[in-house]
């Protein structure tokens, strides 16, 4: 059910869960300090309990509460917060739950743009715990449609489409910083603000490092990757110029413009997954992506979608 701020800010106060809008994609909100809110969000899901969340917070002087931030994660909190940056510190002792952040004795801020979400962070005075707001490995929520197909009994602010699309960039800041997840904030700006080459931990084969699962964000239906052709039994996905053929097809970004592509990206995973599985089609097939700046994120997010 759609519902407005007011009644999910009362939610929220009673350990319940709603679906919020964010800058980046639909999230799935809890009281951070309660471990009954937290435990829903785990449970709606279907996500594994080692599998740490994202503690939303108003401002960095809200999230110094929780976190140790280094000269570093202060450097990255000022230039890029409130925005798609996730950053990973060491935890302070707080009130916000164990089950939140797995009990591990690192905990993942953010700092959220979203005029929603922000308000309903400082008139709540409560910290979020809010994941994506899909089944856990599958395609996350640009807008509020997506969560009520998905999910019959989360209530859900409509906030829009989501500006940008694709989740946070996730930074670990607690020793040299590297990227967990790429995202808009791109390694080369991280690069340059911090005057040192940033790298990117790609851990695709582990779920030690939580979350980074090698199969995520994936529809029903099978999808190829970095293709030059589909078939009549295909959806296709173009980008720029590309001209796949098929069945049905989209184009993330006519103009080849990667950052309209990463705003599209989910939507259209899901409207071709939808279509696939009404005509019985075999598969998705995507356009090749470059992989410079969004188009890494973009990428990312296509190779562990196809993962069978
Ligand atoms: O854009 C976003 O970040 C969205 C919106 C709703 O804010 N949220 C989101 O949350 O993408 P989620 O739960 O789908 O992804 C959070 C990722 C997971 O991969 C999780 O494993 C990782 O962050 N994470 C959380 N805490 C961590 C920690 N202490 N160390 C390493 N990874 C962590
Ligand atoms: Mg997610």
Redesign the pocket.
């Known amino acids: 059910m759609l519902i407005d701020i007011k009644k999910a800010e009362e939610l929220i106060l009673n350990e319940q869960i709603v679906a919020?809008p964010?800058e980046?994609?639909?999230?799935?909100?809890g009281d951070a300090t309660s471990d009954t809110s937290c435990q829903k969000i785990f449970d709606t899901k279907r996500?594994p309990y080692h599998?740490?969340?994202?503690i939303?917070v108003s401002n960095l002087e809200e999230a110094i509460k929780y976190g140790e931030f280094n000269p570093l994660a202060i450097k990255v909190a000022k230039q890029f917060w409130p925005g798609?940056i996730?950053i990973?510190v060491m935890?302070k002792k707080s009130n916000i739950s164990e089950i939140a952040?797995?009990g591990?004795e690192?905990?993942?801020l953010?700092v959220?743009a979203h005029k929603i979400i922000q308000e309903m962070l400082q008139n709540t005075k409560k910290p979020f715990a809010?994941?994506?707001?899909?089944l856990y490995s599958k395609v996350?929520p640009t807008m509020a449609g997506h969560i009520i197909k998905n999910f019959k009994n989360v209530d859900v602010v409509d906030g829009g489409k989501s500006i940008?699309g694709?989740?946070?960039t996730?930074i670990?800041c607690t020793s040299a910083p590297k990227i967990?997840?790429h995202?808009f904030i791109t390694q080369e700006s991280l690069s340059v603000l911090l005057g040192i080459k940033v790298l990117f931990s790609d851990n695709k084969d582990s779920i030690i490092?939580?979350?980074?699962?090698k199969k995520h964000y994936s529809p029903s239906s099978p999808l190829k990757i970095n293709s030059d052709k589909a078939n009549q039994g295909e959806f296709a996905i173009n980008f720029g110029d590309s001209n796949l053929g098929g069945k049905y097809s989209l184009n993330l970004s006519a103009n080849g413009d990667l950052i309209e592509a990463a705003s599209n990206l989910y939507d259209m995973l899901i409207l071709a997954d939808d279509t696939a599985l009404r005509d019985n089609l075999e598969s998705i097939v995507v356009a090749k992506i470059p992989k410079e700046s969004i188009g890494l994120a973009i990428n990312d997010k296509l190779e562990r979608a196809a993962e069978k």
């Open positions: 919020l964010t980046t994609v639909y999230g799935l909100a996500r599998n740490p969340l994202i939303h798609p996730t990973i935890r952040t797995s591990l690192t905990i993942a953010r959220p809010a994941p994506s707001a899909n996350s940008f694709i989740e946070s996730i670990d967990l997840r995202g490092a939580p979350g980074m699962a």
